[in-house]
């Protein structure tokens, strides 16, 4: 079945750069767009963006300045880059893949990224 | 974009029904049949439980169903079982700046 795994450092200093990367398996990962979706701590859901193999990217206009996404078809694999991060970016960041009708049936499990000295 | 307006929290007994608003505007809800639900327990990644306004994906029960009226959806819950207890959340599909918007979320608590 479909899984996706996020990893990635679970402290990041403020100003620095948080990068995330989402390891998929169980379908190719071709023809699909892919997500960055987060939640603060007690918060809601906040979609980041999406990215494709062909390089086609689309994000939240509120993170658009910072964030960077791609696809690694020969490694299954998602990234994710964040620049700049300050308190404001701590969250649990998920990767999912997006279906038709901007649906949301895959998710990985989340990883907490807090950013603090 | 502001999100999607849903009750902070809905509460009920076993087996009763429950349904759960999703208020938005004419560029999201009342625009798009593309309203999605989403079950949440603590400490887990979100399932989704409705798509496209009312279809449930392989595997989610049948007490759980999704309509839209204007630029309000609503998720019901019928027959309420413990396990049902979790927060959830409703997305839609945007014509804005963002191709999705999420709801902020409704603490479902069975009583």
């Known amino acids: 079945q479909v899984q996706l795994q996020e990893s990635g450092p679970g402290l990041v200093r403020p100003s620095e750069t948080l990068s995330l990367t989402c390891t998929f398996s169980?379908?190719?990962?071709?023809?699909?767009?892919w997500s960055w979706i987060r939640q603060p701590p007690g918060k809601g859901l906040e979609w980041i963006g999406y990215?494709?193999?062909?390089?086609?990217?689309n994000y939240a206009p509120s993170l658009k300045s910072r964030v960077t996404m791609s696809v690694d078809t020969s490694k299954n694999q998602l990234s994710l880059k964040l620049t700049s991060v300050t308190a404001a970016d701590t969250a649990v960041y998920y990767c999912?893949?997006?279906?038709?009708?901007?649906?949301?049936?895959?998710w990985g499990q989340g990883t907490l990224v807090t950013v603090s000295s | 974009q502001s999100a999607l307006t849903q009750p902070a929290s809905v509460s009920g007994p076993p087996r009763q029904s429950i349904t759960i608003s999703c208020t938005g505007t004419?560029?999201?809800?009342?625009?798009?049949?593309?309203v999605s639900w989403y079950q949440q327990h603590p400490g887990k990644a979100p399932k989704l439980m409705i798509y496209e306004v009312g279809n449930r994906p392989s595997g989610v029960p049948d007490r759980f169903s999704g309509s839209k009226s204007g630029n309000t959806a609503s998720l019901t819950i019928s027959g309420l079982q413990p396990e049902d207890e979790a927060d959830y959340y409703c997305s839609s599909y945007t014509s804005t700046s963002t191709p999705v918007i999420f709801g902020g979320g409704t603490k479902v608590t069975v009583l």
């Open positions: 990215s494709h193999e062909s390089g086609r990217t």
């Open positions: 169980g379908w190719p990962i071709s023809n699909y767009y």
């Open positions: 999912a893949r997006r279906e038709h009708g901007e649906r949301f049936e895959y």
């Open positions: 004419s560029s999201d809800v009342g625009g798009y049949n593309y």
